[in-house]
Each structure stands twice: as structure tokens, then as C-alpha cells.
């Protein structure tokens, strides 16, 4: 049985500008691992992308920030699309656009980026992105509700999605 595929350019604005579509965490996935050294290279690639793009208009308008492969297998919604690779990447970006909405507020953010972390279903919210079962509250909790950017780094050892988040603010 063959399968087709489908290779689509998505920026951020419609990864997670698109309403109604959700990403979720397999769980055959390792969870989530990256660690100050991973973030802080997004971040330079980022940064650096967008400082040359100021200084010459063509240069990085496209920037390439890695491949997401995503599959409509196994999932019992039409809307939610299960993150094959690209996940360490795509929780990652979840968690500056958080970092952002909280240091900002979400309608300034919401409005500049045109992303939505959250999309209001009927009288329902529901997030963008969910991760491993085991993880999701910790996620939800920490980055998704808000993050407390007073918190010591001390208390955050088993956390990395919170010590990521404290690294990006």
C-alpha cells in the first residue's frame, strides 16, 4: 500500500495561525528534551535570520527553521494532525510564542504575529499544541496557563519545558 505525501512551506503564521488545526504528541515520541543549548541555537538562528533580513530585505525573508513532518494517521479528530518529527522544535517555538504572550499581552501578540497559542471552540478553548499525556499538565500549567517568570531556576530541575521558557525571557 503506498501512501502519498503532501511537502507544504508553512511559516510560524500558519502553523499556528491556522484555526481549528492542532498538533499532537504520539507518544511513541521521546518527550520532550531540549535543553538550554538547543534553545539558545533557535534563538541565535532566529535572531540572526532576522538581523540579516533588516540589513538586506532579500536575504532570510524565507528563513528555513527545519522540517515538521506531520501525519493525519491514528488520530480520531479531522483537525488534529500527529507530529511525526519536528517536535523538540515545534514545543520549542510554542514556548517563546508563550514567553512573548506573557511578557506582551496576547491580543498585541496575537495581532503582530497573527498566531494563536489557544483556539476558542464554541465556548471551549483548546490548545494549539498537546503533548505526551504524562507531560501535558506540566506543559499546560507552566507555559500554556502562563508563565511565573519569578520562579528560581533552582525549582525548576525537572522541568525543562519551564527552565526553556525562563531562558527565552
Sequence with gaps: MS?????EDKNLQKIFGTYGIFYSIPDYQRPYAWNKDHVEQLWFDIVTAYLNNKEDSEMDQDYFLGSIVLSKDNINTKNTLSVVDGQQRLTTLTILLCVLRDIFSEDEISEVL????????????????????????????????????????????DNKYLQNALYFY
Design 3 to 7: 501512501k502519498n505525501y503532501n511537502v
Design 114 to 157: 497573527k498566531i494563536h497559542i489557544i483556539d476558542q471552540i464554541g465556548k471551549q478553548s483548546k490548545i494549539k499544541l498537546s503533548t505526551h499525556d504524562d507531560n501535558q499538565l506540566k506543559f499546560q500549567k507552566n507555559v500554556i496557563e502562563g508563565i511565573n517568570f519569578n520562579i528560581s531556576v533552582n525549582h525548576t530541575s
